[in-house]
């Protein structure tokens, strides 16, 4: 699956953004789809993710209740609702997909199919 995100930009500190991530072909639904985010200088870090159907959600501390994520299987999107922006959430935003939810949902390394990153800053 190729994976096309989308959504970045330039906000102010308490501004919104939302960022999607389109997936080619038909098999979308079958993708446990994530977000990781990747500052300058530090490590790529989990996000949020949402299981096939979008029935379960996990979240990041740092970002629970600031940020959703949904899917919409029928348009093979998924979206990352961002509120109440905080500087320290300027970072590059990838979506990712993995086939199951078994191991450690906020592993990167269990993902198989990665975008390309769109970069959202937010000055202060």
């Known amino acids: 699956v190729q994976l096309q995100a989308s959504g970045g930009g330039l906000v102010q500190a308490g501004d919104s953004l939302r960022l999607s991530c389109v997936a080619s072909g038909r098999t979308f639904s079958t993708y446990v789809m994530g977000w990781f985010r990747q500052a300058p200088g530090k490590e790529r870090e989990f996000v949020t993710a949402i299981s096939w159907s979008g029935g379960t959600t996990y979240y990041a501390d740092s970002v629970k209740g600031r940020f959703s994520i949904s899917r919409d299987n029928a348009k093979n999107t998924v979206t990352l609702q961002m509120n109440s922006l905080k500087p320290k959430d300027t970072a590059v935003y990838y979506c990712?997909?993995?086939?199951?939810?078994?191991?450690?949902?906020?592993?990167?390394?269990?993902?198989?199919?990665w975008g390309q990153g769109t970069l959202v800053t937010v000055s202060s």
């Open positions: 990712a997909a993995r086939k199951t939810l078994y191991g450690n949902i906020r592993y990167s390394g269990d993902y198989d199919y």
